[in-house]
């Protein structure tokens, strides 16, 4: 079994920051990604930003140049540097991973979201 633990969300003001932060624990055999995913009531999940399998972060256009994705290896965490935010970014934030729990056996894996409020 694969778990994924955020934190780091909770109520902000527009124009502040907050980092999230996922940390991944159990089987692993090794990550082949992780990112960051949101959604807002009555809307699809979206994809925040994610590592692509060549290395480089997608990151949707809303969030582009105010968002920073990075990871650390050792750790197996991924961070999500929020500035300048805006109340459009309100939404519970999940980490995502995909995870080959053996050499053979790859996995999706979400964690259970932390939520960001941003007030104007």
């Known amino acids: 079994q694969v778990q994924l633990v955020e934190s780091g969300g909770g109520l902000v003001q527009a124009g502040g920051s907050l980092r999230l932060s996922c940390t991944a624990s159990?089987?692993?055999?090794?990550?082949?990604?992780m990112g960051w995913y949101r959604q807002a009531p009555g809307k699809q999940r979206e994809l925040v930003a994610a590592r692509t399998r060549d290395g480089s972060t997608n990151y949707a256009d809303s969030v582009k140049g105010r968002f920073t994705l990075s990871r650390d290896n050792a750790k197996k965490t991924v961070y999500l540097q929020m500035n300048s935010l805006k109340p459009e970014d309100t939404a519970v934030y999940y980490c995502?991973?995909?995870?080959?729990?053996?050499?053979?056996?790859?996995?999706?894996?979400w964690g259970q979201g932390t939520q960001v409020t941003v007030s104007s």
């Open positions: 159990g089987t692993i055999f090794s990550i082949n990604s």
């Open positions: 995502n991973a995909v995870v080959l729990t053996n050499p053979w056996t790859t996995g999706d894996y």
